[in-house]
């Protein structure tokens, strides 16, 4: 039940992209297409932003996008905006009904 | 609409024990695993239980086995964690959410402070 692997912080002006990396092993990301991905601002509760590692849920903006390979997965961010700066935190399933976190990665919009 | 709304923390002596609640509205209760996670002042999320839809699995991060039981009461749409035996490093927000593999629908939190 380690976390998994997060940058601690990444940063972007606005209009550009950027990609957060979430390294695992082959008993979590490596192993399930079901990593997911979580916006959270300051004192407010996570929110769900990437599921099954590309799926978008319903209101959340084409601009996110989620990707993987081996074990890691990656969220990548396009078009850049103020209200994007946030924590994010990836998600993966390990097997047996357990789930591990990410440490989470500031997102800073220059 | 969905609602997770989470209640009973506090502040709690180390050894000491708290019972959190979480009232689910706006969609099926019983058909749904539910999950706790919580995160320590400024830290990182980390999830510490889940339900089966009829209570019959229940699974704990290591850290909390035998200190912490989950359980839900599905005619009453409620799902609850017994904390015992509290340590300072259990000083966290609580958060209900809705699902196990990606919990799509999380309650505002309850904090909860281990200290003497």
Redesign the interface.
Known sequence: ?S?LTQPASVSGSPGQSITISCTGTSSDVGSYN?V?W?Q?HPG?????MI??VSKR?SGVSNRFSGSKSGNTASLTISGLQAEDEADY?C?S?AG?????????TKLTVL | EVQLVESGGGLVQPGGSLRLSCAASGFTFSSY?M?W?RQAPGK????VA?I?QDGS?K?Y??SVKGRFTISRDNAKNSLYLQMNSLRAEDTAVY?CARG?????Y????TLVTVSS
């Open positions: 039940q976390a079901l997911s979580y959270q407010k509760a996570p929110k769900l599921y099954e849920p935190y998600c399933y047996s009904s357990i789930v591990v976190f990410g440490g989470g | 695993w999950s996670v990182g999320l980390e999830w889940n089966k699995e699974y991060v290591d958060y196990v593999v990606h919990p799509d999380w309650g505002q939190g």
